[in-house]
């Protein structure tokens, strides 16, 4: 099996999830904090195996997140 991301405009967003519905597709929708945490774990992953993340990079991307939050 494989995944496909698809970014859809919000407006169009139910008439994809009910398409997807009708042929039996297994689908899900990411939240923004949801997307963000998997890019902050592929720069981990990516950190771990080259060790050539810039600390300020990973600063950036927790400071990101950190903000959104806490509001």
């Not at 967003?13 to 939240?31: A, D, G, P, Y």
Request: glycine residues 2%.
């Amino acid at each position: 099996m494989k995944t496909i991301i698809v970014n859809l405009p919000e407006k169009e967003e139910s008439f994809f999830l009910s398409m997807l519905k009708k042929i039996r597709f297994k689908s899900q929708v990411l939240t923004e904090e949801e997307l963000e945490d998997e890019e902050l774990a592929k720069w981990i992953d990516k950190g771990m195996k080259s060790k050539d993340v810039p600390i300020e990079k990973v600063f950036q991307l927790l400071e990101k997140h950190g903000a959104k939050s806490q509001r």
